[in-house]
């Protein structure tokens, strides 16, 4: 690995309007050979961190609890305390309580939520918090894009002529800023990572319902890799979402032996079903994704 001086640029793009919501400058980057992408195994929860090839990180979900540090630690290097941009699905404790953490002890530039209300003393601590950060706050909805490597004058090992390289918002279609929902499993950020061939859809929790009003989308949800909704749960994974979407490999991201029993027997065979590779965090640990833009590698050899 060795370390480059470049200028980097990630911008969230608010396509609704047409004009930059956010720029920034990174000018010490480590340069990696390609996008990198980690479905950590954080227990009964979702923690999903990606790092680009100038080194922005962005981190979706923060899984139950303080065990995300000791992972973040051990893929960031010791000196690098800031994190460009997490994101909250939604603001469930499998999703939020390592989030808190995070922003205990790191320098979070940028937080994309939906802004959905709960009655939980963390998620009211993850309002002070994010207030307290300094960070930029983003109000998730369809449509925006989180653009990132942009800047046309970078010279380096990573591939220049592909594009696109982007995280698109896929979902909620409206902004739920202030409202209180009785579960906030269906308030689910959902995400689509795109670079140059190969892309990745992240569903949160959201249900079949949420799903199925997706499929409109047709080849905006077709992904290479599928982090399965909900854990694995029965609520998620409609047949003929799993089918639009085609995914090579799906991810599980499950507690081992959780009291839930996700994943799902059905779930299970409607992945069968369609001949993709199952990986599950409670079996195959922390799974990680490399991409180059034309293909990628898995660390799980299935
Ligand atoms: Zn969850």
Redesign the pocket.
Known sequence: MKYMKKKSVLIILGTLFGFNVLAWIGVFQLSRAGLEVTFFDVG???AIFIETPLGHQVLI?GGPDVSLLEKLGDEMPFWDRTIDLIIL??P????IAGLIEVLKKYQVENVLWTGVLKDTAEFREWQRLIKEEGAKIYIAQAGQQIVWDATPDCRGSHPRHLNPRHLEILYPFENLENQSVKNT?NTSIISRLVYGENSFLLT??AYKSVERELLGLAEQLDSDVLKVG??GSKTSSAEEFIKEVSPEIAII?AGQDNSYGHPHQEVLETLEKYGITILRTDKDGDIKIISDGEDYVSNIQN
């Open positions: 009964q929860g979702d979900d699905t939604h469930e404790h499998d999703h499993n949160g929790d909900h854990h991201s």
